[in-house]
């Protein structure tokens, strides 16, 4: 009888520990595809592909999860100049297999909770653990990446530019599932522009109940930029199609 619980408690601790590996190697896995969307986003036709290995775990482009819109300040005040839905990349976890407690988060990269980072060198995407159950889609433990916005501002003979570098992600064309991968491709770039621009506000929104701001713990719904004279909005957008389960 000893032998039976003894046995069972080890089944049950390596469990545990085989989970909470790939749970950790599932941080690395995801900063990794969050610095890929960046290589990808703005070329089109480039393609980068990540490969993991899970025995709990898996991979989900969850669709249209954020909503970015973008007000201006010109002649108009507050006039609403653009707006796009993007979706998130998570590493899922059955919270039956690996917990770390309702409600956790956990910043992994960067180290600011804002959608609005200032730099050439900036991210375009954060990546964090959070555990928020139960949702519409399950109860899980996951890795996310987020796409953000990047912003640089510049002068260029005696012209302010304000730069705003947006990736967007959507469903790609594959429908194999055969493989741990993740596959990025840049399938679209566009900029638009708006110019004597005065004031620029930016504010995120959730069309998902679940994935609401409790999820994703921006420091703020609202970023406003404040500008020091006449300038130039450029929005650059790059579309990315996500597959997952495709050849490497």
Avoid at 92 to 118: A, K, R
Avoid at 132 to 151: E, L
Wanted: hydrophobic residues 40%; neutral net charge; contains cysteine.
């Amino acid at each position: 009888m000893l032998v039976t619980v003894v046995l069972v408690f080890a089944n049950n601790f390596l469990s545990i520990r085989m989970a909470e590996s790939d749970f950790n190697a599932a941080k690395q896995f995801m900063q990794t595809v969050g610095l890929q969307v960046d290589d990808v986003a703005w070329i089109i036709g480039r393609t980068e592909t990540a490969r993991y290995s899970s025995r709990y775990g898996q991979v989900v482009l969850q669709q249209l999860a954020l909503n970015y819109t973008v007000y201006v300040n010109t002649t108009t005040p507050n006039e609403k100049f653009f707006t796009v839905k993007t979706g998130i990349i998570c590493f899922n976890m059955p919270t039956s297999q690996y917990s770390v407690g309702n409600n956790y988060f956990e910043l992994i990269y960067p180290s600011s909770n804002s959608f609005l980072l200032t730099g050439a060198s900036a991210p375009v995407a954060r990546v964090f653990t959070v555990e928020k159950i139960p949702t519409f889609d399950g109860s899980y433990v996951r890795v996310v990446a987020v796409p953000i916005i990047r912003m640089v501002n510049l002068t260029i003979d005696q012209t302010n530019y304000v730069r705003l570098y947006l990736p967007v992600l959507s469903k790609g064309d594959a429908t194999s599932k055969n493989y741990p991968t993740v596959t990025l491709t840049g399938e679209s770039f566009h900029i638009q522009r708006k110019e004597n621009v005065t004031g620029i506000k930016v504010v995120v929104s959730f069309p998902f109940v679940d994935f609401n701001n409790s999820f994703f713990n921006f420091v703020r719904e609202v970023e406003l930029i404040r500008l020091s004279g006449r300038s130039v909005l450029d929005i650059n957008v790059g579309g990315v199609e996500v597959d997952l389960g495709v050849h490497p």
